[in-house]
């Protein structure tokens, strides 16, 4: 199992016993209008299906975060274009603290060594500015438009689609060969 250490985190494969701060955390609509791929309404049972899919997969990197308790969820996945695309939420009790900048900085360091990655893809909509925020710190670019189903919205919304090249990455946080979590 990897476990990834940041200054204030710790980061780890989702389990069972996430599910309920999974389900709490994704019953708020102000996380999930952000989100694609989340259903909604929520269920506890949509999250035990989510770790018992992604939990323990080697393709991609699935990892809920942790300060004293549950606050999130980051993950690298392969989309269905092959590239790699980071995604993540916070519990709404989480935002502002600059949590997500130091987990998601710590998974893509830890993908681009673990899959040997020359890029990982994102994206954020477009009124999501706290998320394009995040992406910008850690060096991603924008590649171009998409537009997303949103489930809780229940319409259709512009996102931002970034790139992130291994080798910027190395320029921002340098070398991943000598570079600890975050
Ligand atoms: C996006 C999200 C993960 C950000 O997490 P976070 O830990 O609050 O983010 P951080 O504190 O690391 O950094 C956020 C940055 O955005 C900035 N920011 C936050 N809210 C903002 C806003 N409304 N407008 C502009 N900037 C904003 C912060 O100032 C910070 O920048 P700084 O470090 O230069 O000060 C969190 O808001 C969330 O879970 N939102 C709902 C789900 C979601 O949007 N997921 C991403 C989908 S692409």
Same mark, same amino acid.
């Given at each position: 199992?990897?476990?990834?250490?940041?200054?204030? $985190?710790?980061?780890?494969?989702?389990?069972?016993?996430?599910?309920?701060?999974?389900?709490?955390?994704?019953?708020?609509?102000?996380?999930?209008?952000? $989100?694609?791929?989340?259903?909604?309404?929520?269920?506890?049972?949509?999250? $035990? *299906?989510?770790?018992?899919?992604?939990?323990?997969?080697?393709?991609? *990197?699935?990892?809920?975060?942790?300060?004293?308790?549950?606050?999130?969820?980051?993950?690298?996945?392969?989309?269905?274009?092959?590239?790699?695309?980071?995604?993540?939420?916070?519990?709404?009790?989480?935002?502002?603290? @600059?949590?997500?900048?130091?987990? *998601?900085?710590?998974?893509?360091?830890? /993908?681009?060594?673990?899959?040997?990655?020359?890029?990982?893809?994102?994206?954020?909509?477009?009124?999501?500015?706290?998320?394009?925020?995040?992406?910008?710190?850690? @060096?991603?670019?924008?590649?171009?438009?998409?537009?997303?189903?949103?489930?809780?919205?229940?319409?259709?919304?512009?996102?931002?689609?970034?790139?992130?090249?291994?080798?910027?990455?190395?320029?921002?946080?340098?070398?991943?060969?000598?570079?600890?979590? /975050?």
């Amino acid at each position: 199992m990897d476990i990834l250490v940041t200054r204030r $985190l710790t980061l780890r494969p989702p389990l069972e016993v996430d599910a309920e701060a999974i389900t709490a955390g994704l019953q708020n609509p102000n996380v999930t209008r952000m $989100l694609t791929r989340v259903p909604s309404p929520y269920y506890e049972g949509d999250a $035990l *299906a989510w770790i018992k899919q992604n939990g323990s997969r080697s393709d991609a *990197a699935f990892f809920s975060i942790y300060r004293e308790k549950f606050l999130g969820a980051v993950s690298i996945v392969p989309a269905e274009d092959g590239a790699m695309d980071l995604g993540y939420w916070l519990d709404q009790s989480a935002w502002g603290q @600059g949590f997500m900048s130091e987990a *998601a900085r710590a998974v893509t360091s830890h /993908a681009f060594r673990k899959f040997g990655l020359d890029e990982i893809t994102s994206g954020a909509y477009e009124d999501n500015r706290a998320s394009m925020a995040v992406l910008i710190k850690l @060096g991603f670019e924008p590649t171009g438009d998409a537009i997303h189903s949103n489930p809780t919205r229940g319409c259709d919304v512009k996102c931002n689609r970034m790139v992130l090249p291994r080798s910027r990455f190395e320029q921002i946080f340098g070398s991943l060969d000598s570079n600890v979590a /975050a």
